[in-house]
């Protein structure tokens, strides 16, 4: 099965109909989060406008209320949110739209016990630790925090460009991959060679 791609952190239109153009199964927008890629519902809306169908818009949120998510889901046409603070699987249940939640992975452990804390989540994405930030980091994750023979749908994150996806993907044959800051010149501005060459190392794996 072919691994997916998702590009997260997205702020202009024109490199959002890029990437959709290069075969991406995804696109991320953080929409509640102390982030410099953070953008307006306006500029969500912008980004809505050039995903089409076959394509998941995912926003992303950070400890944010249920009903702001609900609200922003209906406004924006969110296909699936992604939970990237401490929300627990019984909040999920008041979202009206499908979750991915992220997981901060610490130790082999600790990533054990939360990916049997949320059955309800589409996915789970594995990025790495790092204190007082929730992703987009750079920092890489630890192959030894990876559950092996999950049943669950599993996406890759952390510090992902085309120098390494190819050889994390055929070590660990997750769902999917979350590209961000290693297809980037700066927080939220995407290259497009970068991207062009990820994605075609991904696809080639």
Known sequence: MRTRIK?????????????VGMGV??????????SPRVISVEAAKEIRSEVPAFVSLVGVFVDCDALRINQLSQSIGLDLVQLHGSESN???QELDT???????????????????????????LLDPYVKGQHGGTGKRLDTQCW????E????????????????????????????????????????????????????SS
């Open 7 to 19: 590009i997260c952190g997205m702020t202009e239109p024109d490199k959002v109909k890029a990437a």
């Open 25 to 34: 199964d995804a696109i991320g927008m953080i929409l509640h989060a102390d």
């Open 90 to 92: 019984e909040f999920s």
């Open 98 to 124: 499908p979750f991915i939640k992220a997981i901060r992975a610490r130790d082999e452990t600790q990533v054990l016990a939360e990916l049997n804390s949320y059955p309800s989540a589409r996915a789970l």
């Open 147 to 150: 559950p092996q023979n999950s």
């Open 152 to 203: 669950q749908n599993l996406i890759l994150a952390g510090g992902l460009s085309a120098d390494n996806v190819a050889s994390l993907i055929t070590e660990l044959k997750p769902f999917a991959v979350d590209f961000n800051s290693g297809v980037e010149d700066s927080p939220g501005v995407k290259n497009l060679d970068l991207l062009a060459a990820a994605i075609n190392a991904v696809t």
